[in-house]
């Protein structure tokens, strides 16, 4: 059973740095590719980034490449979201994800099996 936290949003200034983490309570961890959406208010669900199963490939939209840094510590079980150079369209509530199915790792949340309860990130101008 995978069971994830997320912990690390809050209200920041553009131009600030914050790190989203999501921990999973469970032993299986290292068997999923992880992933980061975010949602706005009256917007979809949206791909941030994703990773593989050992760390070894990573994924971005490309709204947050170069600024936002996915990573991974499978002896943590824990998956992270490095922010840097928010901007308020980066205003969201950001959500972890993980995903079993194959190699190719997922970009689309209906590829992801198991969903965190999300975190608030607000950036002011």
């Known amino acids: 059973q995978v069971r994830l936290v997320t912990s690390g949003g809050g209200s920041v200034q553009a131009g600030d740095s914050l790190r989203l983490s999501c921990a999973d309570s469970?032993?299986?961890?290292?068997?999923?590719?992880m992933g980061w959406f975010r949602q706005a208010p009256g917007n979809e669900r949206a791909f941030v980034a994703s990773i593989s199963r050992t760390g070894d490939r990573t994924y971005y939209h490309e709204s947050v490449k170069g600024r936002f840094t996915i990573s991974r510590d499978n002896a943590k079980n824990t998956v992270y979201l490095q922010m840097s150079s928010l901007e308020p369209e980066d205003t969201a509530v950001y959500y972890c994800a993980a995903g079993s199915q194959g190699d190719w790792v997922p970009v689309l949340a209906v590829q992801f099996d198991y969903w965190g309860q999300g975190t608030q990130v607000t950036v002011s101008s």
């Open positions: 469970g032993r299986t961890f290292s068997n999923y590719h």
